[in-house]
């Protein structure tokens, strides 16, 4: 029954995702929160309930616990609320017309492609900061390094704080989605500056090779998705297609390569090692329900420690030693996993873990709300607010399957960076780009 209503939920809500994608010029964000939402959960209830597969979780001291089929069962129902709830939230906000300023106060910066151009130039540079601080001026070295198990990630360490609290490197490479996106803005405008473009590729080389899955589809997702926002819809057909069936087997790969190490493992084994449940990552509702059966009885709630995070993390931790904690790096800790890991349970057990059952339809609510008004910004938006919102847009796949730290601090680290420099920019004195118009646009 809980699995009936499991899929029939998401059945329901994918009807309605439909109903956006297919009523707005613009890709709708809750579009992507429902697709990225059906890879990391919904697959793994259809996997576990078919094969007649225990839930189960490890602890840090490689201890196996069952979860037992009354809490997965009790999962799959939280699971079908919470999503229910995230719709609703949605539809809420998407009732009332924004009328907020932001994506006019960054197209006043960018009257022209030139302008746009360099915006898109002073991200990459600033990203480059790092490598060039820490001596990887040889593109040689750099890519050895990160093919040789990671390396330069230890060697960009020293531009650490304290116990690597922060990052400067971290700091600056947040700023490379937004680049990214401006390439992505200038490419199906019609203008291909090719440098920036080769910057593009380079750095989606560097996310893939450093195995960071997130990052890679952050990056190259603007690509695919960018001719939907300039009506060839056609290539936009196509370029989804084949983008999607890319980014899955790179994140497969990238699976195995996080596994067993660069060192021991070539490409082409790690391909003949891709299967489907590594591709859809099906263990995340089981994380989940590890969150619904440890927090009250084993584990302190958070009581919100998690949410707060978000918004003080960009306080380097060297100044502030009790800072709160992400709710990765505090359910691992309370798992015994070691000092600087991360896990996650997804949105779901982030917010049991916070409030218990009550915080899945609460924060599934204002989650929603939070993407219908993101989505009367994105259908405002000129050239630049475009290039700076959709990495936020992204964001929310993320969110799926990991902690609110996790998914939006590198958002919101770049942004900071980012609005600082329009601050004292200054508006420009032309009205700026012709917008096209929009049909559908948010109410």
């Given amino acids: 029954m809980d699995f009936t209503l499991l899929l029939t939920a998401y059945a329901g809500t994918g009807w309605y995702a439909w109903r956006l994608f297919r009523d707005n010029d613009r890709v709708p964000t809750f579009c992507y929160f429902w697709a990225a939402s059906i890879l990391v959960l919904v697959t793994g209830a259809v996997y576990n309930v078919l094969t007649g597969t225990q839930a189960s979780y490890v602890n840090g001291y490689g201890e196996r616990y069952w979860v037992g089929w009354p809490t997965y069962r009790y999962t799959m129902l939280l699971a079908a609320v919470g999503v229910i709830c995230v719709a609703l ?13 932001l994506p006019e106060f960054i197209d006043a ?31 040689a070295q750099l890519i050895a390094g990160l093919l040789a198990s990671r390396a330069a990630k230890g060697a960009i360490s020293a531009l650490s704080s304290e116990g690597g609290y922060f990052s400067f490197f971290n700091v600056f490479a947040n700023l490379v989605p937004f680049g990214v996106a401006a390439v ?12 920036l473009l080769l910057g593009a590729v380079f750095f989606a080389f560097v996310a893939f090779a450093s195995g960071t899955r997130s990052a890679t589809a952050v990056l190259v997702a603007p690509f695919v998705l960018i001719p939907r926002y300039y009506g060839n819809r056609k290539l936009f057909r ?17 699976i195995v390569y996080r596994t067993v190490g660069y060192q021991r493992a070539s490409l082409t084994r790690a391909v003949s090692r891709v299967n489907l449940l590594m591709l859809f990552d099906s263990r995340q509702l089981n994380w989940t329900a590890q969150a619904i059966k440890d927090y009250g009885p084993r584990f302190h709630y958070l009581h919100g420690q998690s949410y707060i995070a978000v918004a003080v993390n960009p306080v380097p ?8 904690g992400g709710y990765g790096a505090v359910n691992s800790a309370n798992l015994g996993f070691a000092y600087g890991s991360s896990t996650t349970s997804g949105w779901l057990g982030e917010a049991y873990a916070n409030f218990g059952w009550v915080g899945i339809p ?24 475009l290039a700076v919102l959709l990495p936020l847009q992204l964001r929310w796949i993320i969110w799926a399957r990991g902690d609110s730290v996790f998914s939006f601090d590198p958002w919101l680290f770049g ?25 559908g646009a948010a109410t």
């Fill in 89 to 101: 939230g949605n539809h809420l906000a998407r009732r009332y017309r924004w009328r907020l300023r």
């Fill in 109 to 139: 910066r960018c009257p022209n492609p030139k302008s746009l151009a360099r915006w898109a130039a002073l991200t990459f540079l600033a990203g480059l900061v790092p490598f060039l601080a820490t001596g990887a001026l040889s593109p």
């Fill in 184 to 195: 992505a803005v200038l490419f199906w405008s019609g203008r291909r500056p090719k440098l």
């Fill in 238 to 254: 196509r370029l989804a297609t084949a983008g999607a069936v890319a980014v899955f087997v790179i994140a497969a790969v990238q």
């Fill in 317 to 324: 931790r060297v100044f502030w030693h009790a800072k709160p």
């Fill in 362 to 385: 609460v924060v599934g609510l204002i989650a929603g709300m939070l993407m219908g008004i993101l989505d009367a910004f994105v259908m405002r938006s000129g050239p630049l607010a």
């Fill in 415 to 439: 942004f900071m960076i980012l609005a600082g420099t329009m601050l004292a920019v200054g508006p420009a004195r032309d009205a700026g780009w012709q917008r096209r118009p929009l049909a």
